[in-house]
């Protein structure tokens, strides 16, 4: 690795950083499944959560990954991702008699509630979100008629409804809280007719480590995201924290710190995504320090104290 340093260097971590409630109760949803199913394959519609870490260790364990029930034999044990799904998936699996275990994330099942109310109450519906995200395809999927997607300022000033349409929105869990602030102002301008939560959407966890990375550009000169390049959380938090003016890098373990240049770089900030395991973290701060002497400190921040309970059809075999 490049630039390595006879000084040391400060590394300051972020907290809360890695796991959420929500990603702790879906990997532990696919563990029991393969210890309550020893006998026979799980499967698992989706990558649990998006890190190609925490689906090699569930493999590891038996667990079999498919995009497509199409690839689920008949009476094979099936988790659908902390995402969610539509209600077509949900539909084709109980036509086929598949053993279901729904491990969707309950703040994801809150913001599939919310816009089924607002649709029943014969508004028009705008979900905030990415395009072929797994979670915005299955928001998209279980709402009653037609759902406008909505993921940039450019994409709301030129949404194509008249002035006076009853609107309602809904966010995806995983957005950029400024982001989706700023979207939200071109509809509300545009729309005077629009409810929605807020920003109360995007997850507690989302929200808290984007604060703790703002906090954290404060003091660093770079600040290294830990997590896959494929997760939504973490490529929000990367962006946060170069819209709070420092420069940023999201690496999934230690083999992306190669080339890593710390000339001039006295403070480290390190944060990892929601979706990301504690190894990898650690992996990351072992590699750093065989490099050079690191001293280790942690930022104030919110400890989480949330826990989800584990899905109910996990109680009866």
Do not use: W
């Not at 210890?35 to 519609?45: G, N």
């Not at 896959?228 to 373990?253: I, Q």
């Amino acid at each position: 690795m490049a630039g390595t340093r006879e000084n040391g260097l400060d590394l300051v971590l972020a907290q809360p950083r890695g796991f959420c409630a929500g990603v702790v109760r879906a990997v532990e949803t696919v563990e029991r499944a393969l210890a309550r199913h020893d006998d026979r394959p799980v499967y698992v519609r989706h990558a649990i959560v998006h890190n190609d870490r925490v689906v090699a260790d569930l493999e590891a364990k038996g667990a079999r990954f498919v995009e497509s029930l199409d690839e689920v034999p008949d009476g094979a044990v099936t988790v659908f991702s902390a995402h969610g799904v539509s209600r077509a998936v949900e539909a084709e699996a109980a036509r086929r008699g598949l053993p279901v275990i729904d491990a969707t994330c309950p703040l994801v099942a809150k913001v599939h509630m919310q816009g089924q109310r607002y649709a029943a109450q014969g508004r028009t519906v705008v979900l905030v979100g990415h395009a072929g995200h797994a979670e915005v395809e299955g928001t998209l999927g279980r709402i009653d008629g037609a759902v406008h997607l909505v993921g940039s300022v450019a994409q709301a000033e030129t949404l194509d409804l008249p002035a006076d349409t009853r609107l309602a929105y809904i966010t995806q869990t995983t957005l950029s809280v400024d982001d989706t602030r700023a979207i939200l102002a071109v509809l509300q301008r545009r729309f005077p007719d629009l409810v929605g939560p807020e920003t109360r959407d995007i997850c507690y966890a989302t929200q808290n480590r984007q604060a703790a990375v703002r906090a954290l550009a404060a003091v660093a000169d770079l600040i290294l995201v830990v997590g896959a390049k494929t997760s939504s959380n973490c490529n929000r938090l990367r962006e946060v924290a170069a819209e709070a003016g420092r420069p940023s890098r999201l690496v999934a373990g230690a083999e992306d710190l190669e080339g890593l240049d710390l000339d001039g770089i006295r403070t480290l900030g390190l944060t990892a995504g929601a979706s990301t395991p504690e190894a990898s973290i650690v992996e990351v701060i072992a590699a750093l320090q065989r490099r050079t002497p690191v001293r280790i400190s942690t930022l104030p921040g919110i400890v989480e104290g949330v826990s989800f309970p584990l899905p109910s059809s996990l109680g009866h075999s």
